[in-house]
């Protein structure tokens, strides 16, 4: 009998969770609809205090995030951030 294989929740660009047996690569909050890296500083902060988890949400990769309508946290992809950002003047 082998084990049961992981099943991760993943949010597809349609906001809709899909059952993934690969973890996703980005996190994301669902009422500011932001997304970043898991080791983002700002989420384990949020996360330690308490907050967060309930609303967290998980992306295969960035463009699903993105095509979801998320945008990119400016703590932990400042880059990325600064290029939506410009984006949107």
Not at 36 to 46: F, I, N, S, T, V
Request: charged share 25%; glycine share 10%; proline share 8%.
């Amino acid at each position: 009998m082998s084990p049961r294989a992981k099943r991760y929740t993943l949010l597809g660009s349609d906001r809709r969770p899909d059952q993934s047996s690969t973890p996703g690569i980005f996190g994301g909050h669902r009422p500011g609809r932001l997304y970043g890296r898991l080791d983002c500083p700002a989420a384990l902060r949020a996360i330690a205090r308490g907050g967060y988890v309930k609303n967290r949400v998980f992306f295969a990769d960035e463009q699903t995030a993105i095509a979801a309508g998320y945008r990119p946290c400016a703590a932990c992809l400042p880059d990325t951030h600064a290029r939506w950002k410009a984006r949107r003047r």
